[in-house]
């Protein structure tokens, strides 16, 4: 018996955001997607979705004090962002032994 994430009760509900809803995304807060946050092709609340890199995931959360919100993620390749946070980490300055 497999476990299915998307089901689970504290898993909020992702869905693929349409076409015209990313345009109009994009459109409202002059943004593409490399501004938005990411999430991996292969993140187990969105394996269900059948994605592919540069599509757009809704995220719907419930909130007792915001009611329903939706929050957005730019679908990367795993690699490519594995890559991308590894260089990202060999570009941060190292600390000094004078500095303390």
Same mark, same amino acid.
């Given at each position: 018996?497999?476990?299915?994430? /998307?089901?689970?009760?504290?898993?909020?509900?992702?869905?693929?955001?349409? /076409?015209?809803?990313?345009?109009?995304?994009?459109?409202?807060?002059?943004?593409?997607?490399?501004?938005?946050?990411?999430?991996?092709? /292969? /993140?187990?609340?969105?394996?269900?979705?059948?994605?592919?890199?540069?599509?757009?995931?809704?995220?719907?959360?419930?909130?007792?004090? *915001?009611?329903? !919100?939706?929050?957005?993620?730019?679908?990367?390749?795993?690699?490519?962002?594995?890559? !991308?946070? *590894?260089?990202?980490?060999?570009?941060?300055?190292?600390?000094?032994?004078?500095?303390?």
């Amino acid at each position: 018996m497999a476990f299915k994430v /998307d089901t689970h009760q504290l898993v909020n509900k992702h869905l693929k955001a349409s /076409d015209a809803e990313k345009e109009s995304l994009f459109k409202k807060y002059n943004i593409d997607s490399k501004a938005l946050p990411k999430i991996m092709k /292969d /993140d187990p609340a969105i394996m269900h979705l059948s994605l592919k890199v540069g599509d757009l995931v809704k995220i719907e959360r419930q909130s007792k004090t *915001a009611g329903r !919100t939706a929050y957005y993620r730019a679908v990367v390749d795993s690699a490519k962002a594995q890559r !991308t946070s *590894a260089m990202s980490r060999s570009e941060e300055p190292e600390e000094s032994e004078s500095d303390g």
